[in-house]
């Protein structure tokens, strides 16, 4: 099993970037895939949750409406795009991928949002 994330970088307030995260390894159609943030000094934050059919949650109201999660079931792909972020929104962004007995987690990409 394999998670690899991408896309992260240093924005400016207000700025937009567009997390990807393709995975190998397991039927990864069937898997219930999530976007987790760990901010410095924090512990991790469930940023969204993807069922299998593509259905989003987001956990958190502080990005609600600005960040979009999706899922490409063809081409093995999470997607997380964040529009007008926020210096809060800095964290460490990982995916994870939960197909049971299987919890997997890629290594994090780092999204800065500094002026």
């Known amino acids: 099993v394999q998670l690899v994330e991408s896309g992260g970088g240093v924005v400016r307030p207000g700025g937009s970037l567009r997390l990807s995260c393709v995975a190998s390894g397991f039927d990864f159609k069937s898997a219930t895939i999530s976007w987790v943030r760990r901010a410095p000094g924090k512990g991790p934050e469930r940023v969204s949750r993807l069922s299998p059919s593509g259905g989003a949650t987001y956990s958190t109201n502080f990005v609600r409406g600005r960040f979009t999660a999706s899922r490409d079931n063809d081409k093995n792909t999470l997607y997380l795009q964040m529009n007008s972020l926020k210096p809060e929104d800095t964290a460490v962004y990982y995916c994870?991928?939960?197909?049971?007995?299987?919890?997997?987690w890629g290594q994090g990409t780092q999204v800065t949002v500094s002026s």
């Open positions: 994870n991928a939960r197909l049971f007995p299987s919890n997997s």
